[in-house]
Nanobody
Framework: QVQLVESGGGLVQPGGSLRLSCAAS????????MSWYRQAPGKQRELVAA???????NYADSVKGRFTISRDNAKLTVYLQMSSLKPEDTAVYYC?????????WGQGTQVTVSS
């Protein structure tokens, strides 16, 4: 079993920045693909960004150029740096870990972009 703990959410004004962190409980992190998803009220959960074990990344079109996903295998942590935030980025953000055919989720962290 793998536990994922997200942190870094909060309230920010449009145009501001936040950095989300997701810490894993086991060292299989280093061989895992990591992703950030988000779910806004009344909408389906959507993929925001993903990073493979080799460091390759991909992003949703809506966040390209504004968000950056990165990982620190020594700290078992994945990050999502979010800049130029917009009200439509408001959602609960979830961390996901995929490894060996299994998928694990964090509890989510709320990001609210509002003036």
């Amino acid at each position: 079993q793998v536990q994922l703990v997200e942190s870094g959410g909060g309230l920010v004004q449009p145009g501001g920045s936040l950095r989300l962190s997701c810490a894993a409980s086991r060292r299989i992190f280093s061989i895992s693909a990591m992703s950030w998803y988000r779910q806004a009220p009344g909408k389906q959960r959507e993929l925001v960004a993903a990073i493979a074990r080799d460091g390759n990344t991909n992003y949703a079109d809506s966040v390209k150029g504004r968000f950056t996903i990165s990982r620190d295998n020594a700290k078992l942590t994945v990050y999502l740096q979010m800049s130029s935030l917009k009200p439509e980025d408001t959602a609960v953000y979830y961390c996901n870990l995929d490894v060996l055919g299994s998928s694990y989720w964090g509890q989510g962290t709320q990001v609210t972009v509002s003036s």
